[in-house]
T-cell receptor, first 118, second 109 residues
Framework: DTGVSQDPRHKITKRGQNVTFRCDPI?????LYWYRQTLGQGPEFLTY????????KSRLLSDRFSAERPKGSFSTLEIQRTEQGDSAMYLC????????????????FGPGTRLTVL | KQEVTQIPAALSVPEGENLVLNCSFT??????LQWFRQDPGKGLTSLLL?????REQTSGRLNASLDKSSGRSTLYIAASQPGDSATYLC????????FGAGTTVTVRA
């Protein structure tokens, strides 16, 4: 059992640069979520996929953010023209929504990618 | 509008004492309620998931209850240990998670 993995674990970048994060979910999971967490707060939902389809994006996800899950397996989250306000922990989670199931899936989280924008 | 609220924000107890962590939510029409543990600088570990049709779930020293009518969930940790020191987060689970800010617990040896 490899769990959810994320890469890199830490990223330091200068304002204005682009960054890309990767998430590898638990292999049989069909749902994949991205969240953002700032210090002292709970994670906030950004977007989620069911298989390769992106089904919802939060208003938090400005047009500088884009997420993909091209083959329904791993996912990438790209931030263009980073700003200091983008500094946060970016968390990925996955779950298995079984056929006929509805909102009963436990989400399993990766270790996160900590982004620091200087 | 804060959908999920956790009070207190921090809690310190001596080893062996039982812990009671509170979570309240504004929307009683929730599907599921999930409790997580987060260690400093780390990701989240799922502790318990209570489905909306259930009133409680138990795992070892952990017990979580759900009262939809009052909009509250409570996590009980029996006989606390220093290893229980962490931040505990509750989240409303209707496909996406809506989290509270968490309660940071310190168990003193």
């Amino acid at each position: 059992d490899t769990g959810v993995s994320q890469d890199p674990r830490h990223k330091i970048t200068k304002r204005g640069q682009n960054v890309t994060f990767r998430c590898d979910p638990i292999s049989e999971h069909n749902r994949l979520y991205w969240y953002r967490q700032t210090l002292g707060q709970g994670p906030e939902f950004l977007t989620y996929f069911q298989n390769e389809a992106q089904l919802e994006k939060s208003r938090l996800l400005s047009d500088r953010f884009s997420a993909e899950r091209p083959k329904g397996s791993f996912s990438t989250l790209e931030i263009q023209r980073t700003e200091q306000g983008d500094s946060a922990m970016y968390l990925c989670a996955s779950s298995l929504l079984e056929s006929g199931g509805f909102n009963t899936d436990t989400q399993y989280f990766g270790p996160g990618t900590r982004l620091t924008v200087l | 509008k804060q959908e999920v609220t956790q009070i207190p924000a921090a809690l310190s107890v001596p080893e062996g004492e039982n812990l009671v962590l509170n979570c309240s939510f504004t929307d009683s029409a929730i599907y599921n309620l999930q409790w997580f543990r987060q260690d400093p600088g780390k990701g989240l570990t799922s502790l318990l998931l209570i489905q909306s049709s259930q009133r409680e779930q138990t795992s070892g020293r952990l017990n979580a209850s759900l009262d939809k009518s009052s909009g509250r969930s409570t996590l009980y940790i029996a006989a606390s240990q220093p290893g229980d020191s962490a931040t505990y987060l509750c989240a409303k689970n209707d496909y996406k998670l809506s989290f509270g800010a968490g309660t940071t617990v310190t168990v003193r040896a």
